[in-house]
């Protein structure tokens, strides 16, 4: 039999050095890389990674992807710490081997590992999630989250919606729909990522509209342990039980912060996924800059998105709405402008904390949903996942 050819998590751990120096030295297994994020780890071509119990990013999902491309998982375990076994099977890793075993321990076990029944090495991926998402941003303070409301509520006419809220900033959906701050994403991330209860378990039902919702994270603190790929991993499945999925949560997208990643890389990320994006402004000239300065930034990271511009509280006067329509379409590539007026009602919902009555606000978000509706799906992006 040939060497295995592994990949190798790098991690503090003493062994991990000792294992790389003697395969180096001596042959056994050939390490194909060094894997630090985990799109190393899915991207390259291995047949078995070596990965400790310690790796933030180990999780149940995870090791079902890298199973789906035909590869397999050697978990190690620290003897010391009873449950670091216990997770490695909760995980479910194909084999694992304690810390402190001998270095041709180590050998043999990734030689019993590789040689176990794989599916294919051909084998696809796993399927891009099955329902379309759209994602809505924009400057803060424009209103976003009411047309996000909305427009899922909008396109509930069309197909089977869900509205995620994914803002690490200033997450507001359950605070403005009067729904209870949990169940919420972290719970849909533990059922994804660790498989502690089900997905379905986290969303709540809007009563009036039926509108299923996934709620943010409480508290925004939390964005440095929520990582990208897990809200990518929630969004995915969310999407493979809905036709539509709505996130709101795309504010700022300027880099703020140093490795191992910034502070807006989730919105980032979801920008990068979304087949459309709505970009929502206020109708002055300062919000119109903002809204470029959005766009810009959003271009950067998904050159070929379509994205729709919806002008909030639009002035009446068909003259302004034209000076608008003229500075936003001839600065920035959008398929279409919506302009939604000023509605009595949206501050009623509010206080009610109910979605918006039917109205003239309604009616101009009914007009976004309909030309996001006609886009056509983009070809799926390559998934670029983010350091954790």
């Given amino acids: 039999m040939t060497e295995p050819e592994i990949a190798l998590v790098f991690t503090a751990d003493p062994w991990v050095e000792q294992l790389h120096r003697h395969l180096s030295d001596h042959g056994g297994a050939r390490v194909r890389s060094l894997v630090v994020e985990s799109s190393v780890a899915l991207e390259e071509s291995y047949d078995v990674l070596v990965v400790s119990h310690r790796w933030p990013l180990l999780t149940r999902a995870?090791?079902?992807?890298?199973?789906?491309?035909?590869?397999?998982?050697?978990?190690?375990?620290?003897?010391?710490?009873?449950?670091?076994?216990?997770?490695?099977?909760?995980?479910?890793?194909?084999?694992?081997?304690?810390?402190?075993?001998?270095?041709?321990?180590?050998?043999?076990a990734l030689t019993s590992v590789a040689a176990k029944p794989t599916a294919p090495s051909g084998s696809a991926p796993p399927a891009e999630r099955t329902g379309r998402l759209v994602a809505v941003g924009g400057p803060p303070g424009v209103g976003r989250t009411e047309v996000a409301i909305q427009l899922a509520i909008?396109?509930?006419?069309?197909?089977?919606?869900?509205?995620?809220?994914?803002?690490?900033?200033?997450?507001?959906?359950?605070?403005?729909?009067?729904?209870?701050?949990?169940p919420n994403l972290r719970t849909a991330i533990?059922?994804?990522?660790?498989?502690?209860?089900?997905?379905?378990?986290?969303?709540?039902?809007?009563?009036?509209?039926?509108?299923?919702?996934?709620?943010?994270?409480?508290?925004?603190?939390?964005?440095?342990?929520?990582?990208?790929?897990?809200?990518?991993?929630?969004?995915d499945r969310v999407g493979d039980e809905f036709d539509l999925v709505v996130v709101d949560g795309v504010g700022s997208l300027q880099d703020v912060g140093g490795p191992p990643r910034g502070r807006f890389a989730a919105a980032q990320a979801i920008v990068r996924e979304a087949d459309a994006l709505v970009g929502v402004c206020d109708a002055s000239p300062t919000g119109i800059s903002r809204l470029l300065s959005w766009t810009v930034a959003a271009r950067t990271f998904a050159p070929e998105t379509p994205v729709v511009a919806v002008v909030n509280?639009?002035?009446?006067?068909?003259?302004?709405?034209?000076?608008?329509?003229?500075?936003?379409?001839?600065s920035i590539d959008v398929v279409d402008v919506v302009f939604v007026v000023p509605d009595a009602r949206v501050a009623d919902a509010a206080w009610a904390g109910t979605p918006v009555g039917r109205g003239r606000f309604s009616r101009a978000v009914g007009c976004v949903a309909t030309r996001v509706s006609s886009l056509p799906r983009r070809s799926p992006p390559l998934r670029l996942d983010v350091a954790s």
Avoid: K, M
């Avoid at 009446?316 to 329509?325: H, I, K, S």
């Fill in 154 to 182: 909008a396109l509930t006419d069309q197909a089977t919606v869900a509205l995620v809220d994914a803002d690490d900033v200033a997450p507001s959906i359950a605070q403005r729909l009067a729904l209870p701050l949990e």
């Fill in 62 to 108: 995870f090791v079902a992807d890298i199973h789906a491309r035909g590869r397999r998982v050697l978990g190690v375990h620290d003897l010391a710490e009873p449950a670091s076994r216990a997770l490695l099977a909760d995980v479910e890793v194909d084999a694992v081997i304690a810390s402190d075993a001998a270095v041709d321990a180590f050998v043999r």
């Fill in 313 to 330: 509280r639009a002035p009446p006067a068909l003259f302004r709405r034209g000076e608008l329509f003229d500075e936003i379409a001839s």
């Fill in 190 to 235: 533990d059922a994804v990522e660790h498989g502690r209860g089900e997905l379905a378990a986290a969303l709540q039902t809007e009563s009036r509209s039926g509108l299923p919702v996934l709620a943010g994270t409480p508290n925004p603190d939390a964005w440095a342990q929520v990582r990208p790929s897990e809200v990518l991993r929630v969004l």
